[in-house]
């Protein structure tokens, strides 16, 4: 079973650009979430989706959103970009509704210069 | 406010050791304790789990202690590989419906292991 793939792996973006991710889950996994990760920070939870809704919300502010289409797959954006959203971004997938057993794809890679 | 505090940074150990490392959570509704392995370039995989109605759970080398009393959990990594060099993150999250729990994990800060040969 293929794993959670995420495009673009690598991405370099200037300030006030903005930029779409995208992630697709393992089959048969209807949730997906999204993740920052940077060395300051650490990981930090960004949102989740099931069945197209977004269920929960991290701590950021509005620039950025995502959403999940009705194959599951999920994509998220940033606008206008800050040089402080370099990070690597997660996506992770989970089969049940009330499960938290998540899966991990490679990331994204997001440079703003 | 962080939630989950995960002690040391960063350990080294000889091959053939055992690895130790220790998580601290703060929020007593939180049922579901992940381990994850991360090494360069890649995300996060998941190691081994435990829920709070067992105090240890083993897979291979690999053996989680929770402590629900004192809200910490530890990973032990029994005989040490070099190939076990990388980052280890502990996390929590709290299961079932919910609005914050959906989806969310609350991750320590990492610990960079170094197994030397």
């Known amino acids: 079973k293929a794993g959670v793939t995420q495009t673009p792996r690598y991405l370099i973006k200037t300030r006030g650009q903005q930029v779409t991710l995208s992630c697709s889950p393992i089959s048969g996994h209807r949730s997906v979430s999204w993740y920052q990760q940077t060395p300051g920070q650490g990981l930090q939870f960004l949102f989740e989706y099931f069945s197209e809704t977004q269920r929960n919300k991290g701590n950021f502010p509005g620039r950025f959103s995502g959403r999940q289409f009705s194959n599951s797959r999920s994509e998220m954006n940033v606008s206008t970009l800050e040089l402080g959203d370099s990070a690597l971004y997660l996506c992770?997938?989970?089969?049940?509704?009330?499960?938290?057993?998540?899966?991990f794809g490679p990331g994204t890679r997001l440079t703003v210069l | 406010q962080q939630q989950v505090k995960q002690s040391p940074q960063s350990l080294i150990v000889q091959k053939g050791g055992i690895s130790i490392i220790n998580c601290a959570y703060e929020?007593?509704?939180?049922?579901?304790f992940p381990w994850y392995q991360q090494f360069p370039g890649k995300g996060p995989a998941l190691l081994i789990a435990i829920r709070p109605d067992v105090s240890e759970k083993k897979e291979g080398r690999f053996t989680i202690s929770f402590n629900k009393s004192a809200k910490q959990f530890s990973l032990h990594i029994m005989d040490s590989q070099p190939g076990d060099s990388a980052t280890y993150f502990c996390a929590a999250s709290k299961e079932g419906a919910g609005g914050t729990s959906y989806g969310k994990l609350t991750f320590g800060q990492g610990t960079i292991l170094t197994v030397h040969p």
């Open positions: 929020n007593t509704a939180f049922d579901y």
């Open positions: 992770a997938s989970s089969r049940l509704r009330y499960d938290n057993e998540q899966f």
